[in-house]
């Protein structure tokens, strides 16, 4: 609860910190056949917006996606095309799913106001237009619409944060636990290899005792630029604790897996960590246990359990190798 406040008291800075973002022009697209009709609105609106003129109801559909609006003003009477259909489009569309619509109605169009709604435009007017009142409107939607672009961007950026290793960059144990169920059953329905690094920075302590806690820090952060380096896109790396990290190779087998593994234990032996801004080189090895899913394991917490063992074998066996 106290974070789900503090994140509000976040959100809420930001906004205010935003408002010339929130004030700045907008644009606007009107749709409609009638140029006159088309261009007697866009004065209407232009005082305050920039004002883009669609009478081509088919290629509507696509300067909508591209263009970048704000609030799409649709207007009905439009001969050739069914209005309403632009309006489930863009509803059925993830860009423009959100982007607000508002529907100009001939009077008396209380039927076809009433679907409008119904597939999700926003507001209406009906003619006769009054100025004040389609400004007054176009404006409430456009500010909506820019409130919930900042809501949804600093949430975005907040799971993010959650899930992402501070130090490193790297994803963090909150984010290898949940997605590592779905990678796990996944690739038992699919009958696909799944393979697991735990790795585990050699005497790491020593480091620490030796050249500080801040040369530490170096070195877990190169260790994992070298470690992005080496496994591919879908590959999963993060810091599990400390300075232990977890790769999940989803798609690979062991012996596919004891090739990165090695690969990546060669990578941090035969290339010194700078630290110190780079005027110190420091000799550094890894123990890597690895495991691969069999088909008796029922659970996550099996297949890393043999890592651990494996990671454990190594470290026993003199560390800076590959156990699995
Ligand atoms: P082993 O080869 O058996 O793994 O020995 P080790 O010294 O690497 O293992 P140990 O688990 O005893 O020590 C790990 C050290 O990592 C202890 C801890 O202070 C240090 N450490 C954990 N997190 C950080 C960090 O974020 N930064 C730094 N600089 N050190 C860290
Ligand atoms: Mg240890
Ligand atoms: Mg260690
Ligand atoms: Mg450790």
């Known amino acids: 609860l106290r974070a789900s406040a503090a994140r509000e008291a976040e959100i809420e800075a930001l906004l205010m910190s935003r408002t010339e973002d929130v004030k700045a022009r907008a644009k606007l697209l009107v749709v409609d056949e009638d140029l006159t009709a088309a261009s007697r609105l866009e004065s209407l609106l232009a005082k305050d917006n920039q004002v883009d003129i669609i ?18 003003i649709i207007s ?59 400004l007054a409107r176009v404006r409430t939607q456009v500010k909506r619409k820019r409130y919930n672009d900042l809501l949804r961007k600093s949430l975005s950026q907040t799971i993010e944060m959650a899930v992402t290793d501070s130090l490193t960059g790297l994803h963090n144990r909150r984010y290898l636990d949940s997605h590592m169920s779905m990678l796990f059953t996944r690739s038992i329905s699919r009958e696909r290899p799944l393979s697991v690094l735990m790795t585990d920075i050699d005497h790491f302590k020593r480091i620490n005792d030796t050249y500080g806690h801040d040369a530490g820090d170096d070195v877990l ?16 790396a993060c810091r599990y604790g400390g300075e232990e990290f977890v790769v999940v190779l989803p798609d690979t087998d062991a012996q596919m897996a004891a090739v990165v593994a090695e690969r990546i234990r060669g990578t941090v032996a035969s290339t010194p960590f700078l630290i110190r801004n780079g005027t ?15 088909p008796r394991d029922d659970s996550v917490e099996k297949l890393f359990k043999r890592a651990d063992i494996a990671l454990y074998e190594a470290k026993k066996n003199g560390r800076n190798r590959v156990v699995g």
Do not use: W
């Not at 952060?221 to 999963?236: E, P, S, T, V």
């Not at 110190?280 to 069999?294: H, P, R």
């Open 55 to 72: 009478t081509e109801p088919s290629s509507a559909l696509i300067s909508v996606v591209e263009g970048g609006y704000d609030c799409v």
């Open 221 to 236: 952060r190169d260790f994992a630029g070298r470690l992005h380096r080496n496994i591919r896109g879908i590959d999963l």
């Open 280 to 294: 110190t080189g420091v000799d550094v090895t890894i123990s890597i246990g690895l495991a691969s899913l069999q």
């Open 76 to 134: 009905t009477g439009l001969s050739s095309y069914d209005p309403l259909r632009l309006c489930s489009q863009m509803r059925a569309i993830e860009r423009t799913r959100l982007l607000p619509i508002i529907l100009i109605a001939e009077h008396g169009e209380t039927g076809l106001v009433a679907r409008g709604l119904d597939l999700g435009v926003n507001d209406y007017l009906m003619r006769p237009l009054d100025r004040n009142e389609l």
